[in-house]
């Protein structure tokens, strides 16, 4: 399974972005897909999980501001972050789950900074 993540870049605080994570490979469906972040000196930070039967979890620092979705046909999933703040910045990681078997995208950049 391969993941490939876009859509991250420089917001100003308060402001949106959208982040779209594709996976492609020898599939049918993806029972887990998500986000995690990282700042450095920390340790990665799950940030959001979505199943393909719709169920959702959030990192308690983003309910409210941020939604994840899927669409199970394309294997893509998103992260609709909106009231970005500065400490939202990190790099953000795709993940996907298949047969108990954990996969990472490459991370994109969220800068949040006026």
């Known amino acids: 399974v391969q993941l490939q993540a876009s859509g991250g870049g420089l917001v100003q605080p308060g402001g949106s972005l959208r982040l779209s994570c594709a996976a492609s490979g020898s599939i049918r469906s993806i029972p887990i897909m998500g986000w995690y972040r990282q700042t450095p000196g920390k340790q990665r930070e799950l940030v959001a999980l979505?199943?393909?039967?719709?169920?959702?979890a959030y990192v308690g620092s983003v309910k409210g501001r941020f939604t994840i979705s899927r669409d199970n046909t394309k294997n893509t999933a998103y992260l609709q972050m909106n009231s970005l703040r500065p400490e939202d910045t990190a790099v953000y990681s795709c993940?996907?789950?298949?047969?108990?078997?954990?996969?990472w995208g490459q991370g994109t950049q969220v800068t949040v900074s006026s």
């Open positions: 993940y996907a789950q298949v047969y108990g078997k954990s996969y």
């Open positions: 979505s199943s393909n039967s719709g169920s959702t």
